[in-house]
C-alpha cells in the first residue's frame, strides 16, 4: 500500500492562477480531508468528505473548493491563488479510528 | 465549537530527563484525542490516540498520555527523552477518528538540550 499520496511535492504560483492539488489513498477508506499548515498556528481544516459525493466545510474554507468523485481521490482546487494562500498543505485518509497523513505539498504563491 | 490548546510554543529539557506536554481541549462529546510528531520538513506521525477506556494509554516510542475529564486534558509524557525526540508535538481532537476532521492545537517546540 503506497498510503496517502500528494502531488505535487513544491508548488510556485502567481497570483491569481488557478491549481489543482492532488490527493489520493488506496486503503478504502471512506473519509477524507484537506488541512493547511502554518507557522505558529498548528493545522487547520480546509475541507473534509465523508464519503464519495459528500463534501463540507472545514475552518479555513474561502478560495478552495473540493469534489470527491471517487472514494480514492480528493483534490483540492485553489481557483485563483493569494499570498495568503502560501502553506504546507496536508491531505489525510480515516476509516473512523486515526487519519493518515499524506507527505504534504509545500505551495508558494508570489 | 471545539477547541485544543497547548499552552507551552517551545519547551527546553535535557536529554535523559523526564517530559510532559500540556494539552488542554474543549468538545461538546465524548472526544477522540490525539498526539501526533512531526520532525521538520516531515509529516504527521500518530504516537498514540484515546478513545474510551483506560485512561492511560501507551504509544510509540516510549511516549504515554493520559486521559483526565474533568480536568478536560490529555497530557503527553515520556520518563527520559532522547535527542532523537526533538521536534513539534501537536494534539488533536475530533469524533469518530477524524471522520470530519479534526482541530488541532498550535502545537509545542520540543529542544532536546545535550
Known amino acids: 500500500n503506497a498510503g496517502v499520496t500528494q502531488t505535487p511535492k513544491f508548488q510556485v504560483l502567481k497570483t491569481g492562477q488557478s491549481m489543482t492539488l492532488q490527493c489520493a489513498q488506496d486503503?478504502?477508506?471512506?473519509?477524507m480531508s484537506w488541512y493547511r499548515q502554518d507557522p505558529g498556528m498548528g493545522l487547520r481544516l480546509i475541507h473534509y468528505?465523508?464519503?464519495?459525493?459528500?463534501?463540507d466545510q472545514g475552518e479555513v474554507p474561502n478560495g478552495y473548493n473540493v469534489s470527491r468523485s471517487t472514494t480514492e481521490d480528493f483534490p483540492l482546487r485553489l481557483l485563483s491563488a493569494a499570498p495568503s494562500q502560501t502553506s504546507v498543505y496536508f491531505c489525510?485518509?480515516?476509516?473512523?479510528?486515526?487519519?493518515?497523513f499524506g507527505p504534504g505539498t509545500r505551495l508558494t504563491v508570489t | 465549537a471545539q477547541s485544543v490548546t497547548q499552552p507551552d510554543i517551545h519547551i527546553t529539557v535535557s536529554e535523559g530527563a523526564s517530559l510532559e506536554l500540556r494539552c488542554n481541549y474543549s468538545?461538546?462529546?465524548?472526544?477522540?484525542l490525539f498526539w501526533y510528531v512531526q520532525s521538520p520538513g516531515q509529516g504527521l506521525q500518530l504516537l498514540l490516540k484515546?478513545?474510551?477506556?483506560?485512561?492511560l494509554v501507551q504509544g510509540i516510542k516510549g511516549f504515554e498520555a493520559e486521559f483526565k475529564r474533568s480536568q478536560s486534558s490529555f497530557n503527553l509524557r515520556k520518563p527520559s527523552v532522547h535527542w532523537s525526540d526533538a521536534a513539534e508535538y501537536f494534539c488533536?481532537?475530533?469524533?469518530?477518528?477524524?471522520?470530519?476532521?479534526?482541530?488541532f492545537g498550535k502545537g509545542t517546540h520540543l529542544i532536546i538540550q545535550p
Open positions: 488533536a481532537v475530533g469524533a469518530r477518528g477524524g471522520a470530519d476532521g479534526l482541530t
Open positions: 468538545y461538546g462529546a465524548t472526544p477522540y
Open positions: 489525510a485518509s480515516s476509516a473512523g479510528s486515526e487519519q493518515y
Open positions: 484515546y478513545f474510551s477506556g483506560d485512561t
Open positions: 468528505s465523508v464519503g464519495a459525493g459528500i463534501t
Open positions: 486503503m478504502n477508506h471512506e473519509y
